[in-house]
């Protein structure tokens, strides 16, 4: 560095300060992009003297001189020198090279150790980012330049923004959040035609997702799967290189423990897109480390939609996608393939684990799958024969066993397939099978195989009674001419050995979860003699750490063998079993005992998720389900130890009151059920009294207008009578009034004709009416159930005979008109006879008595006329009646209906009355439980009724 | 799972007036009276069928409190639809409407169809607005207006399908860009919209060429 001119060489302070001057009060702006420029190249060497110094000014720079996007370029290029961590990329400095000498004591300290330069430069980092973000401001900033599409502004800017992400992302964060727009603009930088723009905005937005859910479902809105996804096909895939991989990881970013985005990520049908990313041809020649990358995260990808800690409802559609399209399928073909590196292996057969875990279709379509061996073997077999096999990689046999477990989850019929390939009747002796490898596994020197086989059994009895019970069936054939020995035998002989600590812990699993809920294999368990000795002995002995475990396992089996206890083996019962345990081991010392298993420090882990994961082979002591087991069992046999047998009484006794309160119950619940069945029925006769009713209102409303219409007809016959007589009277003197006469009577005769017809329709209609009273009458009766009917009827009947009497009187005025008829007929023929005669005295007599005799007639039609229309008035009055019995009988109806509102609000009062009574009964149970007693909570038809209950009082909000 | 248009839609309005339920009740057609608060914003979605064609509706559901407001805001852009949704038990949320209005008009593109939503009609008895309120107001505003209860679920279906009417016509007038995603639509994987030159090869020569 001799080659400097002589004289002072100017500080690195100095120099920046001079520049910052210019930066600051320079007018001309050639000058300040060259003074801006000079702060760039010195940012690097003169991290600390910039970033004090300068910043302020640069910001400045950034809001002021908006128009000059190289000015820009150089600020942002400085602000990211100063702020990033990263020594990543040399920039450009031989361009801009105004390097002053570093003043002699800041010189970079060579003898500085790597580390300790990386915690100082993360010192400045974080000192001059906390230093930028203090103003808000200024990260609004940014965002506003990133819309510059000038290359040297957009760029800058991305890059300056990630490096200020990753020094304080949630402060960072914050702002982007609250500044309208901020995210969805980062997220066209995607669209940005510049390659390296969109890279590094990839980047810039894996920063931005980091732990921040509303931050990922605002990207996933603007379409982020979408385009990640297309860039990833663009890119080739697994084949694509680094871009890939940021793009999967900001995928990972978006869906992982974020429920919203994955069912976004389903519903978009994105699911679909997966699977052609593992097309991987069988060929495999090149699996390059990328591309292992690459297949890691895209099978991270799938797991994060599948896994167990998602809601079960969302992984089981995710589940079902994923058979439906074939990514399962594709899965597993890789799972079958050769060549695929170890670890792409083993991440396979974890992702089909939970792709297939608790879902029957792909549970059923994984027991098909064969592997394409000669002959071909089902996968299952195959993979089995790797977890039991020590020269396999310890991740690889885990990932087995989990593929194992998830393939058993919920599958009965799984488990029933694996439990069969054991017993006598189905044994294949041609071919391995999953039973005979899990026996080899379990009784073979290797503790990691002893330790799979017995927790991968266990999986096959996990809640199934049945196959507890048929596993009990089989038989072991040992050393020639021994007897065959039962597989439980086989397991506790084992046991008693004294092998590995590993071994005998996976073996006491199995024989808990077995025993467990299942009283038969207790009692087989027991009926062998050396067992229960054998227990206690492990129990009470003081043995050293390595032992804790294996003595809190025999405490819990010995606990099981009490509490599922029938008492069907006379040395073994609870009691005798107890009181064994004060005896032998003392209750405090048992109690201790069985603790020790969650005491353990490696339970917890355990406990946390199904997957089996272990730091080491060691490590491999607890299966996920079977902590779940200790967990429910140890505080119902902490208990069942701690209770006399005066306890036990008394349990009793609250159990058989417990039933009665049951029978009680269930006694209501009868009485609601016929309750409802009767409303119902009253319901459905209210339904058809009304409707009867109503059909009865309408045929008395056509009854009054024809009657109206009879007497209108009759007060014209009335009228044309009293014209008539009128007449006669006057033909008398003039002969000549017969020919009107003649023609008035046959007007009447048309009229009464008229008459006549109408009376047979009316007839014809009361006929019909009454017919439809009589199936109305029965049909009450028939529904007549309720005392409420026969009033009703009653009406009914008195109804039906009013109009009766209606019918036989309109038949009186009917014999009464043809008589009417016939006299006018009468009237008429003599009338036309003394028309065209010729009129001689006698003739003349005659006719004129006639007409006296006619005149008489007419006085009394007249007459019969007036009680027929007073008839009429009776019968008005009568239909009156009717009418309003039809009134009555809907009040009658109304009644009825309040009656069945009564009748509902008391299943009401009855209803809450059970559900005090239920609140009794719950609360008994808890003391129950409180005691240590099983106690089933699952009441079908409480849960039913409750829920029953909940939907019609759901009014009351 | 085909479809021929996606329309993105959000429901925004004040916190309590129902939107979860709305959604659920029109995504898994059940109603639930206890429902959690929402943090942030909840996807989902469902298909439905206009003029025949298979319509996909994805639904953003918002947090109504003012703390999560610049949140929901970021959703306005990219939405083709909003149910703007007030509570008729409750007078202030129908106050809040114009701030609601203001906001979403702000925000989110011209086109965006909003429809605003009366829920809880099933609670008659405490009612505190008036229907014809909400329609005058909607009348005054532009904006299609629906009473609805997301417990009996009574114009949910419709609320949702008409608002996706709406777009569609809006559509088939040309005034919604539909090119443009940002816009909240997206057409659909097997629609034909390159139809110009599949009519154009009527010669038949390509036509074994299979297209993409
Ligand atoms: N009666 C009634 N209650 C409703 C209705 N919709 C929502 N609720 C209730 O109103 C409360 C708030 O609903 P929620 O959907 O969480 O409101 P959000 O904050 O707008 O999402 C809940 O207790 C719901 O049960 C409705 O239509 N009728
Ligand atoms: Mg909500």
Same mark, same amino acid.
């Given at each position: ?48 003297? #910039? ?57 970079? &300290? ?17 000192? @001059?980012?906390? %230093? ?37 992302? #949630? ?64 890119? =080739? ?7 890939? $991989? ?24 994105? !699911? ?5 990313? @593992? ?6 020649? =090149? ?90 073997? /089902? ?13 396999? /990689? ?60 017995? #927790? ?5 009895? %996990? ?6 019970? +048929? ?11 021994? /007897? ?54 492990? !129990?009470?002995?003081?043995? =050293? ?21 029938? &008492? ?50 060691? %490590? ?65 006769? #209210? ?7 109503? +059909? ?77 009273? &009589? ?13 409420? &009917? ?19 009187? !309109? ?76 009134? !009555? ?12 509102? $009564? ?55 | ?212």
């Amino acid at each position: 560095m001799g080659g400097q001119a002589a004289g002072p060489q100017p500080s690195g302070a100095e120099t920046i300060q001079k520049l910052c001057d210019r930066v600051a009060s320079s007018t001309l702006l050639e000058d300040r992009r060259d003074a801006v420029r000079a702060l760039k190249s010195l940012s690097k060497k003169y991290r600390m003297e #910039v970033g004090t110094q300068a910043m302020e000014h640069l910001i400045n720079i950034l809001q002021t001189d908006r128009s000059d996007s190289e000015i820009l370029g150089y600020a942002l290029d400085t602000l990211y020198n100063l702020i990033c961590n990263d020594e990543e990329e040399e920039q450009d400095e031989s361009e801009d090279a105004v390097t002053p000498i570093p003043a002699s004591g800041k010189h970079k &300290n060579v003898s500085m150790p790597d580390e300790a330069m990386q915690k100082q430069s993360d010192d400045l980092g974080a000192q @001059f980012t906390e %230093q930028f973000i203090q103003d808000p401001e200024h990260i609004t900033l940014i965002l506003s330049l990133l819309e510059e599409f000038d290359f040297h502004v957009r760029w800058p800017g991305v890059k300056l923004l990630t490096a200020l992400l990753k020094n304080q992302g #949630v402060q960072v964060q914050g702002i982007i959040l609250v500044s309208p727009m901020g995210v969805s603009r980062l997220m066209d930088l995607l669209a940005d035609s510049r390659e390296v723009i969109r890279n590094d905005g990839l980047l810039l937005l894996q920063q931005l997702t980091k732990s921040n859910a509303a931050i990922q479902k605002i990207v996933a809105f603007e379409s982020a799967f979408e385009r990640l996804l297309d860039i990833i096909t663009e890119e =080739g895939s697994s084949d694509g290189g680094i871009v890939v $991989e940021d793009c999967l990881l900001l995928l990972l970013n978006l869906l992982k423990n974020n429920s919203s985005n994955q069912n976004f990520f389903k519903e978009g049908s994105y !699911i679909q897109r997966m699977k052609p990313w @593992f097309e991987v041809g069988d060929d495999n020649s =090149g699996w390059s480390a990328q591309k292992v990358t690459n297949l890691h995260l895209m099978l991270q990808l799938v797991r994060v939609m599948v896994s167990p800690v998602n809601s079960p409802g969302a992984s089981a559609s995710c589940q079902k996608s994923m058979y439906q399209c074939g990514l399962l399928q594709q899965l597993c073909t890789i799972l079958m393939a050769t060549g695929v590196p170890a670890d792409i292996l083993t991440e396979t057969i974890n992702t089909v684990s939970e792709v297939i875990r608790g879902s029957q279709v792909n549970q059923d379509y994984f027991a098909s799958v064969n592997a394409p061996s000669n002959p071909p073997r /089902p996968a299952i077999v195959v993979l089995l024969m790797s977890m039991v096999n020590e020269r396999q /990689p310890f991740v690889l046999r885990c990932a087995v066993l989990y593929c194992f477990q998830c393939f058993l989850y919920k599958n009965q019929k799984g488990q029933g397939e694996i439990v069969a390939t054991l017993l006598p009747s189905t044994i294949d002796a041609n071919s391995i099978s999953a039973g005979q490898l899990l026996c080899g596994g379990l009784f073979s020197a290797d503790s990691l195989s002893n330790w799979c086989a017995s #927790v991968a059994l266990a999986h096959a009895l %996990q809640d199934n009674l049945t196959q507890k019970e +048929q596993l009990l069936r089989v038989q072991l054939a040992t050393s020639l001419g021994k /007897p065959p020995v039962s597989l439980l035998q086989q397991c506790t002989n084992i046991l008693s050995q004294g092998s590995k600590v590993q071994t005998r812990v996976g073996l006491l699993m199995l024989l808990c979860t077995w025993i467990n809920n299942c009283p038969i294999a207790v009692t087989h368990f027991l009926h062998n003699q050396e067992n229960v000795p054998f227990l206690t002995a492990q !129990i009470s002995e003081n043995l =050293g750490e390595d032992e804790r475990l294996v003595q809190g396992l025999c405490a819990l089996l010995l606990g099981i063998c009490i509490f599922y206890n029938d &008492n069907s083996l006379e040395n073994y019962t609870k009691d005798k079993l107890k009181q064994l345990i004060e005896k032998r081991i003392g209750k405090e010392n048992f109690v201790e005992k069985l603790g020790f298993i969650t005491k353990h420090e490696l339970y917890s882990r355990a406990a946390q998720k199904p997957q089996p994961v272990f730091l080491s082979p060691e %490590q491999m002591l607890f299966d996920h389900e079977f902590t779940k087991l200790v967990k429910e069992l140890e505080g119902v046999i902490t208990k069942a130890v701690h209770k006399s047998s005066e306890d036990e009484k008394k349990e009793e006794d609250v159990k058989k009151t417990l039933e009665q309160h049951d029978n009680i119950v269930m006694q209501y619940k009868d009485l609601i059920r016929e309750q409802d069945a009767q409303i119902q029925e009253l319901k459905e006769q #209210v339904a058809t009294m009304t409707s009867q009713s109503e +059909q009865m209102q309408t045929t008395v409303t056509q009854q009054l207008s024809q009657i109206q219409q009879h007497k209108d007809q009759y007060n014209i016959i009335k009228l044309k009578l009293g014209k008539d007589s009128q007449s006669q009277a006057n033909s008398q003197a003039d002969s000549q009034v017969n020919g009107l006469q003649t023609e008035e009577l046959s007007q009447l005769r048309e009229d009464l004709e008229k008459l006549r017809q109408q009376h047979t329709l009316l007839q014809t209609q009361l006929s019909d009416k009454d017919a439809l009273i &009589n199936t109305l009458k029965s049909e009450t009766a028939e529904g007549s159930a309720a005392s409420d &009917n026969t009033e009703m009827l009653k009406e009914l009947d008195a109804l039906r005979s009013r109009v009766h009497s209606q019918v036989t009187e !309109i038949d009186q005025m009917k014999t009464e008109k043809q008589e009417l008829l016939r006299k006018a007929e009468a009237v008429s023929s003599e009338a036309v006879s003394s028309s065209d005669g010729s009129l001689d005295a006698a003739k003349m007599a005659e006719v004129e008595s006639r007409l006296a005799a006619q005149t008489s007639e007419t006085e009394r039609l007249k007459e019969e006329s007036k009680s027929l229309s007073k008839s009429r008035v009776d019968l008005d009055q009568q239909l009156a009646a009717a009418t309003s019995t039809a009134a !009555i009988l809907q009040t009658e109806k109304a009644q009825l209906q309040t009656e069945v509102q $009564e009748s509902k609000k008391e299943q009401d009062d009855l209803l809450m009355l059970l559900a005090d009574q239920d609140q009794k009964i719950h609360s008994l149970k808890q003391k129950l439980k409180a005691l240590g007693e099983p106690v089933d909570d699952e009441d079908d038809l409480d849960a039913r009724d409750q829920t029953d209950d909940d939907e019609e009082d759901d009014d009351e909000d | 799972m085909a479809y021929a248009y996606l329309f993105k839609y959000i429901i925004i309005g004040d916190t309590g007036v129902g939107k979860s339920c709305l959604l659920l009740q029109f995504t898994d057609k059940r109603f639930q009276p206890v429902h959690d608060l929402t943090i942030g914003v909840e996807f989902g979605a469902r298909m439905i069928t206009i003029d025949g064609k298979q319509i996909k509706l994805q639904i953003w559901d918002t947090a109504g409190q003012e703390s999560f407001r610049s949140i929901t805001r970021s959703y306005y852009r990219g939405a083709a639809g909003a149910l703007l949704v007030y509570d008729i038990t409750r007078r202030d949320t129908f106050n809040h409407l114009t701030t609601w209005l203001e906001d979403a008009r702000q925000h989110s593109n011209s086109n965006m169809v909003i429809m605003l939503i009366g829920n809880k009609s099933d609670l008659e008895s405490r009612r505190e607005v008036k229907k014809e309120e909400g329609e005058a107001f909607a009348r005054e505003h532009g904006l299609i207006f629906m009473e609805t209860s997301a417990k009996t679920a009574s114009n949910v279906e419709e609320a949702f399908i008409n608002t996706a009417k709406e777009i569609y016509e809006k559509i088939q007038e040309g005034v919604f860009d539909i090119n443009n995603e940002a816009n909240g639509i997206k057409i659909g994987p097997q629609h034909p919209t390159t139809n110009s030159t599949l009519s154009g090869n009527q010669g038949g020569q390509q036509a074994g060429g299979g297209c993409c």
